[in-house]
């Protein structure tokens, strides 16, 4: 048995700590730094291209009537987006965890786990879209000093019907995209790739686009016949509404997911208001500042993902160490009820730290990319600058930062709650991602200004 030095010597300068200690004489199971960044760059670039689409469907559909009449729409964006790719980063993420602690290797607990989480995520797009919809309805309200009857219509079954409809009717969205991230963690599992490592990408590079462009299609059309056929956004909401038990009763049975149905409401619904103080920000930038909407989805995209990398592979780490006693190669991570040490977090030997450097390496080149990608099909908007690249890069680079920081302390903080951190700690900081980068990103216009 091997002697865990390390881990006395911790606990003894700080019982506070919640420790998983590298076995020094195993390091060759602990994952290198290069096969960390081989997996995790192509589905982030992936995920980036279709971040690029959806700032590009936004830079053309804020010109639409639905856009300039109902201008709160924008703040529904975030919440929307932010929705869908918590639902989906957070499904990958659970099923990651799963496929890591071996129990996608029965076809029967497979199964069940594959209904379990696509119905759930399926519930969870209707209650949130409509919750969302309401609090745009609530901000867009207040300043304004009354309610417009039509506009709350329109916003409220274009949210529902956003999250929701096209998985049920069409396909396409959650059904779709939850098969292809399980498709992709299953395959990952079985060609010994670390799915924490590619998944939760994947799952973003499937939302926003489609998110974005199914809102402005389905808002559009009930905008041009609100005024004649007032019944339909009505009918929409409430069938989506009824819908709810059906899920609940059918998610109560699943041993994988009924614990989520009962302890993981408060991070998504949580994540939504955070997403929604994004979208006032959003709001305000868009009608003030030319070009600023095709940079939005990709800097919140990007520190999404690679913080939900961070977070999923801290996790595993967790739910691997309780699964088995034994379990001590795979990696190091050190969290602390305090505040953490940045120097720690960013420049340790240890493992975790190690995939914090790797994810930060990739946030320069990515945003690079993408400018250069959103320079080429919008040139007549935005002419980028040496300073706007310099300051964009500065905020891209804080935002993540200041997420792999929090990640680092939140999982931990989680885990001695007992509670989840799949459930818990995505939605919550790619909430605060969308918060931070459209704050930034905002901040770069407004000194160029």
Known sequence: MHELSTAANEK?????????????????????????????????????F???????????????????EIPEIYILVPALLGLKGNLEMTLASRLSTQANIGNMDKRNELKSMIIGNIILIQLQAIVVGFLAAI???????????????RHALVLCSSSVSTASITSLILGAQI??????VIIVIVLSHKC????????????????????????????????????????????????????I?????????????????????????AA??????????????????????????????????????????????????????????????????????????????QNNSSTARVLLSLVIPGHLTFIFLIWQFTADHFRLSFPFIILYLIAALIQVIILLYIAQWMVGFVWRQNRDPDNVCIPYLTA??????????????LILS
């Not at 059904?175 to 292809?180: A, E, L, N, Q």
């Not at 038990?245 to 619904?269: Q, S």
């Not at 605060?432 to 216009?445: E, R, Y």
Request: charge should be negative; glycine fraction near 8%; aromatic fraction near 10%.
């Open 12 to 48: 003894e300068n700080d019982d506070t700590k919640t420790i998983i200690t590298i076995d020094n004489n195993n390091s060759d199971n602990q994952e290198k730094w290069y096969t960390i960044a081989s997996q995790v760059f192509l589905p982030f670039m992936i995920a980036g």
């Open 272 to 349: 939504m208001f955070i997403s929604s103080a994004g979208g006032i920000i959003l709001d305000f930038a868009i009608q003030t500042l030319r070009g600023i909407a095709v940079f939005q989805p990709v800097i919140n995209g990007v520190g999404g993902n690679l913080v939900a990398v961070q977070a999923s592979r801290l996790s595993t780490a967790f739910h691997r160490q309780d699964k088995s006693a034994e379990f001590q190669n795979d990696t190091d991570y050190d969290t602390s009820t305090n505040c953490l040490d940045p120097y720690k977090v960013f420049c340790s030997k």
């Open 50 to 68: 279709g971040m690029v689409g959806a700032g590009l469907v936004l830079e053309r559909v804020k010109t639409l009537n639905l856009f300039q």
């Open 192 to 243: 010994k790739i670390n799915p924490d490592n590619i998944a939760t990408p994947i799952a973003a590079s499937l939302g926003d686009l489609t998110t974005l462009s199914i809102l402005a299609g389905i808002g559009g059309f009930l905008f041009q016949i609100i005024d004649n056929y007032t019944w339909l956004p009505i009918i929409t909401t409430i069938l989506f509404l009824f819908l």
């Open 175 to 180: 059904f779709t995209y939850g098969t292809i």
């Open 432 to 445: 605060i991602g969308d918060l931070l980068g459209t704050a930034l990103l905002t901040s770069v216009f």
């Open 135 to 149: 609090v745009s309805i609530t901000m867009g309200w207040i300043p304004q000093g009354h309610f417009n009857l």
């Open 245 to 269: 038990p059906v899920w609940i009763m059918i998610i109560i049975k699943n041993e994988y997911v009924k614990d989520v149905l009962i302890h993981g409401w408060t991070p998504i619904i």
